[in-house]
């Protein structure tokens, strides 16, 4: 039997090892990444994020987006006047971005993990993330990490997939998105195992009420959120 100081270290090692095994799969699908946004989110990913970064209110901001991917959320902060820091932790993820759009005053990229910032407390005013949450093997932990790096009366922004509410909407989603989207996804872009990991990282992600619960549990206050993309999609905002 294992001893009670072995099971938490087996237990950080198994979420270090996930962790590891996603961030490789975010390397193997980069180059078709942006192209199987559109196809899945039947075109609609880029206007959920304009709609975050308006809730973000960026303009004149220090902006962290974390699980910045290929960029386009750091775009949509930046167009509103953001200076942003895109950090993720897929070197080939941020080798994208960094070409798109080039370190200047108004972009810059830092390989980095979620759970363990490279930053000092209150380093920026903002910090937002687009479809990061369900990747997070700690999400307790990360949510303190983004408090910690985010100065007092600072304002966190996140977007992601959610399990809309019980009805025929749902359940047309649900056979949408376990069934008929992998498939497709894992044809077209030649993985099948990375659009088998996108249902499989919504079935056991918490639902928006209970990420709510999760934020004032990390010290957020005044915590809302809104949904979109017919209640697939969770719009949260909650200030520091
Ligand atoms: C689904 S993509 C979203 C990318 C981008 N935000 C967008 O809207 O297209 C998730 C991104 O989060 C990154 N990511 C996942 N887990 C992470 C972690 N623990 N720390 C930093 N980045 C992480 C992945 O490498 C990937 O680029």
Redesign the pocket.
């Known amino acids: 039997m294992m001893s009670q100081e072995r099971a938490p270290a087996a237990a950080n090692e198994s979420r270090r090892e996930r962790?590891r095994q996603?961030?490789r799969m975010?390397g193997r699908i980069v180059g078709r990444?942006d192209r199987m946004?559109r196809l899945i989110s039947l075109g609609m990913?880029g206007g959920w994020?304009r709609l975050a970064a308006d809730a973000a209110s960026p303009e004149g901001m220090r902006v962290l987006?974390?699980?910045?991917?290929?960029g386009?959320?750091a775009r949509a902060l930046v167009r509103r006047g953001g200076r942003v820091v895109g950090?993720?932790?897929?070197p080939p993820?941020l080798g994208v971005a960094a070409r798109r759009y080039k370190r200047d005053g108004r972009y810059a990229w830092a390989c980095?993990?979620?759970?363990h910032l490279p930053f000092a407390d209150g380093s920026f005013e903002r910090v937002t993330?687009?479809?990061?949450l369900r990747?997070?093997?700690d999400l307790p932990a990360?949510f303190r990490e983004m408090a910690r790096v985010l100065r007092p009366g600072g304002r966190l922004v996140c977007l992601d997939m959610t399990q809309p509410p019980p009805g025929v909407f749902a359940a047309l989603y649900r056979l949408y998105f376990n069934r008929i989207m992998p498939v497709i996804a894992g044809v077209l872009s030649g993985d099948r195992a990375a659009y088998r990991y996108l249902p499989a990282s919504l079935a056991g992600f918490p639902d928006a009420e209970t990420l709510s619960r999760m934020l004032r549990d990390a010290g957020f206050r005044d915590v809302s959120y809104r949904r979109l993309g017919g209640g697939a999609v969770a719009l949260h905002r909650a200030e520091r």
């Open positions: 962790s996603i961030q975010f990444y946004n990913d994020r987006d974390l699980g910045s991917g290929t386009d959320m950090a993720d932790f897929s993820m980095a993990d979620g759970h993330n687009a479809f990061l990747n997070l093997v990360a």
